[in-house]
């Protein structure tokens, strides 16, 4: 196997498989030598970054895809009776309404209709985080 096809399967049987580095190598032998050496090796290291890259774009995929779904239970929660619960809830709407990486893009702006106590809920820990924030900053 020429070493160029052998660097491809590594890298296919490390990001595919369930098992470690120390064993995919050995499956494989190469050498901890020949391992250094190709992480010293420009194609096998870009080659390498584009399975990273592959794998993060699928999970952004993944992540736009259950949004509208995460969105709509959590408005749910927020109108929980345990108050810990809705005040969970509450917060990791605001989390996800900050969240500079969750940027999706929709060709007509979704109607969400929320109810007013779950407005006024999101409403009063916003209130809470921006005291928070003035005490932090008095103190």
Do not use: Y
């Amino acid at each position: 196997m020429r070493s160029r096809e052998k660097q491809l399967k590594v890298i296919r049987e490390l990001f595919e498989g369930n098992e470690g580095e120390k064993k995919v190598l050995e499956d494989n032998n190469v050498s901890e030598q020949t391992w250094r050496r190709w992480l010293a090796d420009k194609h096998f290291i870009s080659k390498v970054t584009n399975k990273i890259e592959t794998a993060k774009l699928a999970n952004q995929i993944l992540l736009a895809k259950l949004m509208p779904v995460v969105t709509t239970r959590l408005l749910q929660l927020c109108s929980s009776e345990n108050e810990d619960v809705s005040r969970k809830a509450c917060l990791t709407l605001v989390e996800l309404q900050n969240d500079k990486e969750i940027n999706l893009q929709f060709e007509e702006k979704p109607e969400m209709q929320i109810e007013p106590e779950t407005a006024s809920k999101i409403l009063a820990v916003l209130a809470e985080r921006r005291r928070e924030k003035r005490n932090k900053i008095e103190n």
